[in-house]
């Protein structure tokens, strides 16, 4: 069964340093989608993105992230000066929502711990 | 704006028995969906059960069933015969009709104990 995947699986960074989460969605999926979880908290939304653009975005998602879909697969989450409240858990999905069904069901990958030192 | 409420952050049961978990919504909107998300240790989340709001009937699947009570904004999801692969982090969540968010509210760990 087809899945979302996500690289790496933790990712250890330093404040103030650059990151890029990786995000393989699945693959006739056309909706695509960030959130992350504070350790103990909700899980958030931040973006979402189709035909090449964002969508819709949270007021978390500030000139210090982008999103981009650089190929045909990929989908990334850029934070560019890492802050200590960036550590979280990041959930990307996808979903097929143009295709006209009924309801946007969102398929979730198993998240990239992000660690701010 | 909505909110997602999930009052109980930990339950276990025995299993084989039956528990229930609890959501409330908060939203002005008429034309929604809710869906129950399962978070297992391995961290990726799945789709338990889903509900549209234009329904009277509670969605069921399996072992999962829910009860709507759209005028009390209630949405509660009942795992029957509980079983070990049921312990997880449950999620209740809500989509606007149209929208392509979710709201989570902050999950509920569940425990089958053996």
């Known amino acids: 069964e087809p899945e979302v995947t996500q690289t790496p699986s933790h990712q250890v960074t330093q404040m103030g340093q650059e990151v890029i989460l990786r995000c393989v969605p699945i693959?006739?999926?056309?909706?695509f989608y960030w959130y992350r979880q504070i350790l103990g908290q909700k899980v958030e939304f931040l973006v979402s993105f189709y035909n090449n653009e964002i969508s819709e975005k949270s007021e978390i998602f500030d000139d210090q992230f982008s999103v981009e879909r650089p190929d045909g697969s990929n989908f990334t989450l850029k934070i560019r000066s890492t802050k200590l409240e960036d550590s979280a858990m990041y959930f990307c999905a996808s979903s097929d929502f143009d295709s006209g069904g009924p309801y946007n069901e969102q398929f979730f990958g198993p998240g990239t711990r992000l660690t701010v030192l | 704006a909505q909110t997602v409420t999930q009052s109980q952050p930990e339950m276990s049961v025995q299993e084989a028995e039956t528990v229930t978990l609890s959501c409330t919504y908060d939203t002005s909107e008429n034309n929604y969906y809710l869906f129950w998300y399962k978070q297992p240790p391995s961290r990726q989340m799945i789709l338990v059960i889903r509900q549209e709001a234009y329904k009277q009937q509670n969605a069921t699947e399996n072992r999962f069933s829910v009860n709507f009570q759209k005028a009390a904004k209630s949405f509660s999801l009942k795992i029957s015969d509980s079983q070990l692969g049921d312990t997880a982090m449950y999620f209740c969540a809500f989509e606007s009709f149209g929208n392509e968010k979710l709201t989570f509210g902050t999950g509920t760990r569940l425990t089958i104990i053996p």
């Open positions: 693959s006739n999926h056309l909706y």
